[in-house]
């Protein structure tokens, strides 16, 4: 269980991506010292800027406008190794774009990554002006290993992007079974709204994503995968979520409930709490149980 030995808060990223975008470091090359993960974290730095809440290049247009929603419950020191390796990563790929993480508050609640997901796109929808085209649904312990893994929208079909991921420390590729959309999954609001997002109702680790791919098959959508060689990925070590015991039984029904139980439904579900802006990451704290928590 390896963690990064010098401790980086995020006002350091901040300072570091805030750096990166100052014209002095044009052209250079950038090997960031604060993390021993990462496949390749070198780029030529292209200029980036950041306007109008995104973050983009200036001597190039982005095809789309890309958002990337990241739940966390407790993980902080990944989701510090993933800012670093994924801002390098989507500027190497000349994105335009904006990090969100979507922060479950209140520990008594074991972690619900569809009303975390539901309540990051009701929130996105809200703020029409950052015109966001693409959705990017990413674990936080995943890192991509391959730069030609596009992080980009299909018009037709959501594209899952996690066919091989490696343990750091074991640093052998695994296949995953081809029906898993879970790990990282990129898709348009359209297709989003067409599943009624994830389910509201698994509490704890597994199955929120074989419900999702059960609504895939539902709406007769195709998942559509990058070449094999790209969709690899390394998964930082963490601590073992609890598993969710009921999530057999919510499978069976999932595609009854679908229409009901979802994006259409998150409204009166969660709250959030709290919202910081930092330019590398905004940051949205979630009461997912606003029913029952006090
Ligand atoms: C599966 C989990 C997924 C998880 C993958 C990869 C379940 C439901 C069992 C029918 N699914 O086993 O949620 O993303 O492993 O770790 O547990």
Known sequence: FVIPSKKISYDDIEQFYTDLSSPKYENQEFVPTHTSFASDLTFKNVPYVYKNGMWQPIEVR??????ILVPLQGRDYNAKVFLLNLHAFFRRQLLTYKIFIIEQIYPQNKFNKGRLYNTAFNYIRNRSSLNITCYVLHDVDLIPDDDSNYYTCETK?????????????????????????????????????????????????????????LRVVQQRMCIIR????????????????????????LLTWSTIRMHTD?????????????????????HLKVNVDVINDA
């Open 157 to 213: 079909n959501p594209k899952h992007t996690t066919s091989r991921i490696r343990q750091l420390i074991k640093a052998q590729y695994v296949k995953y079974y081809e029906f898993l959309i879970g790990g990282v999954l990129i898709l348009t609001y359209d297709h989003y709204k067409a599943l009624n997002g994830f389910s509201n109702l698994y509490w704890g680790w597994g199955g929120e994503d074989d419900d999702l791919a």
């Open 226 to 249: 990058p070449p094999a060689e790209a969709a690899i990925y390394s998964a930082l070590p963490h601590q073992r979520g609890q598993r969710n015991s009921q999530r057999f039984d």
């Open 62 to 67: 982005s095809f789309q406008r890309t958002a």
């Open 262 to 282: 979802g994006l259409s439904n998150i409204e009166n579900l969660t709250n959030i709490e709290e919202i910081k802006v930092l330019t590398t990451v905004t």
